[in-house]
């Protein structure tokens, strides 16, 4: 652990304006950012006295190893560098908010010729009408239920088009789910008042729609029509099941999120009603460990930002009222943030009274519950875990916690299409944003051992190249207005909107693992002392007996069949297992397919195909001129150029065969 007094940088470099900062450990990682309305004066109490922060605060800056900072012009643009700069970098010591479902919403393609109704989530795109959002088993059955009524086009394009060709509708036709106007059951302009009803009746028109039909259902009954009335009563009660299954609880033109927290010391629970029409259209809930000291002002801010701050998927989600359980700190500046990025203005604010106040209590409730649900699923699942690692630290003699694990492992089918894995654990859980593969290729494809040679010293070349990139400075400044640095060092100013760049590789692990026995361990420990790295542990878990052996061993060490330390090792080696041979598998079954066209320079996939699309034979394509093969979509002249000195060496080598399917013998390109 550093000491703070090693890096704290001196009081007079530090500007007074608003700005963000960044606390970097010895590796160059990012551990913490925050925002400042006086970075000296917030930068001071970091320094100030050490030993009388609160814990997080004090494990963090003694983790840290280098400070520097940014000045912008205004609190406005320091939430927004924050929330960028969290996003990139997602600092250990900040507060994140993950949960694992995103914004699902029942959607219109009104933009298309014959609309069509799908569950959509993620970016919004245009000429698409959005209802929502839903639960995501909510919005199956109010889709599945509203077909019978407003039977508008579900399927996608390619079973469209299919239908069309075949002048046969998809089975949703024959169920009266979809009028069919692939086949001609209704015209174009049929179909589409059917999707404008749909969407009315999702903007809150429900009752007209209902009293219709009451009306159409009491004149067939009039008329002795009782079968025509009998489907009527069945589509009204459709109807009536989708209009009550949410209940009212505000007035019917209010649009807001409604946000509640529930914490402890260590962990906070957040909840969310997404009221549409004064209707609760959908939830969201997150549990989020508190790693660093904040408070439930700061706590509500960070929760906005990451809540609405995504790209390309936030304009029109945003309600017109956001309610909170307490003002967030920069209310005003994060109000207008989320204006913008609304398009609107948007009041943040705190109900005192009525239903809006009754409906944040039901929420808060729902979050307490979460928490108690959370810390008992939990319980169990991180005692088994911290087991684990500490058994595993003991049985191996290890001096430092294995707060992360790397495994790699090797697949390949007699020696072809060689690929390796890295998988990586952090705290007992697999960490999937750091997955690697490697595609092995020349003399490190021979064996497994020098092909687990060559992953291990390609993995960590990759660390200390990016190691020797990341320098850490002091402080730096970013002001247009200026032209050197707060320090006086005359560094010229950055721009805070512009991303870093990001290593390819996260710090190193205390513990790599390989699937394998002593030659395999003896290869990826040789590769480390080549690159002069001497602080990172090599075992191996042999399949046959799950032995665990160490470098230069003689013999493995035996793990106890119920030790929990072994349980992790099979499953980090079994995931880098299935990881491998998912990615030999993919990289075999493009190998199946091989072309003439292949290894020209700038031909891609789909300029391939437009080629022989247009040419319709290789025979024709290789008989044409540069100046008939631009004329194919997509076809240039240098490309054009460079397709015909392919295929003329080729013809002189003798290789004129036709792309193949090396599996079926299929001739694809004749």
């Not at 260590?266 to 209707?279: C, P």
Request: charged share 25%.
């Amino acid at each position: 652990m550093a000491n703070p007094a090693s890096y704290r940088p001196q009081t007079g470099e530090i500007p007074t304006t608003p700005g963000v900062y960044r606390f970097r450990d010895p590796h160059g990682r990012v551990i913490y950012v925050g925002k400042a309305k006086n970075l000296r004066s917030r930068l001071n109490s970091y320094f100030a006295n050490p030993a009388g922060l609160l814990p997080k605060t004090h494990a963090m800056v003694h983790a840290a190893s280098s400070v520097e900072w940014t000045v912008v012009g205004s609190e406005l643009e320091s939430l927004q560098l924050e929330y960028t700069w969290i996003k990139e970098f997602k600092p250990r010591f900040n507060v994140v908010f993950r949960d694992d479902k995103t914004y699902p919403y029942l959607a219109v393609t009104m933009g298309e010729k014959i609309p069509r109704v799908q569950v959509l989530r993620g970016e919004r795109k245009k000429g698409t009408r959005y209802f929502g959002p839903y639960t995501a088993g909510a919005i199956r059955e109010t889709m599945d239920t509203l077909l019978r009524v407003f039977p508008v086009r579900s399927c996608s394009a390619g079973v469209f088009k299919r239908a069309q060709a075949s002048g046969r509708p998809c089975l949703l036709g024959y169920i009266d789910k979809c009028s069919a106007p692939c086949v001609g059951r209704v015209t174009p302009d049929e179909h589409r008042q059917l999707a404008e009803d749909f969407c009315s009746f999702m903007g809150g028109e429900a009752k007209r729609f209902i009293n219709r039909l009451e009306k159409d259902m009491a004149a067939a009954v009039a008329e002795l029509d009782y079968e025509r009335a009998a489907g009527l009563r069945d589509d009204i009660i459709a109807l009536r099941k989708v209009f009550e299954r949410n209940a009212v609880v505000l007035a019917e033109d209010t649009d807001a999120d409604v946000f509640a927290l529930h914490d402890d010391e260590l962990e906070a629970s957040v909840q969310v009603f997404h009221v549409r029409g004064g209707r609760v259209r959908g939830q969201r809930g997150w549990v989020v460990e508190k790693v660093e000291d904040a408070t439930t002002p700061e706590l509500i801010e960070h929760l906005l930002q990451q809540v609405y701050g995504e790209d390309n998927e936030v304009q029109g989600r945003i309600p017109r009222e956001v309610l909170v359980p307490e003002n967030p700190t920069n209310h005003a500046e994060l109000s207008e943030w989320l204006g913008g990025l609304r398009g609107a203005k948007v009041d943040i604010r705190v109900p005192q009274r009525g239903d809006k106040a009754a409906l944040m209590s039901t929420v808060r409730e729902n979050a307490e519950q979460a928490l108690k649900l959370h810390k008992t699923r939990r319980a169990g699942d991180i005692t088994v875990r911290s087991l684990a690692l500490q058994e595993l630290q003991e049985a191996l003699e290890l001096p430092v916690p294995l707060l992360r694990i790397e495994c790699f492992d090797i697949s390949h089918v007699q020696g072809t299409n060689v690929v390796a894995s890295m998988v990586v654990v952090e705290d007992g859980l697999p960490k999937k944003s750091d997955y690697r593969k490697f595609s092995i290729t020349g003399a490190a494809a021979a064996d497994d051992t020098a092909a687990m040679h060559d992953v291990l010293t390609r993995r960590f070349r990759h660390y200390l190249t990016d190691k020797a990139a990341q320098v850490p400075v002091s402080g730096e400044i970013a002001n247009p207005a200026s032209t050197a640095a707060a320090d006086g060092t005359g560094v010229p100013p950055s721009d805070p909107t512009m991303p870093a760049p990001k290593a390819k590789f996260a710090y190193p692990p205390n513990l790599v693992v390989v699937d394998g026995g002593q030659p395999q361990v003896n290869a990826a420990a040789r590769a480390l002392a080549e690159l002069g790295i001497d602080d990172v542990y090599v075992v191996g878990l042999a399949k046959r007996l799950e032995e665990v052996w160490l470098p230069d061993s003689d013999f493995p060490v035996i793990l106890p069949r119920t030790s929990q330390g072994l349980y992790l090792l099979q499953r980090i080696r079994d995931e880098a297992h299935r990881f491998a041979i998912t990615f030999h598998r993919q990289k075999r079954g493009k190998a199946m397919t091989v072309s003439a066209l292949d290894g020209v320079p700038g031909l891609g996939e789909a300029k391939r195909k437009a080629l022989v699309a247009h040419f319709g034979s290789l025979k024709k394509i290789r008989s044409a001129s540069v100046e008939e093969l631009t004329s194919a979509k997509g076809i240039g002249p240098a490309l054009a150029a460079a397709v015909v000195q392919h295929l003329g060496s080729t013809a002189d080598t003798g290789d004129i065969a036709p792309a193949v399917n090396m599996t079926t013998g299929e001739i694809l390109e004749s």
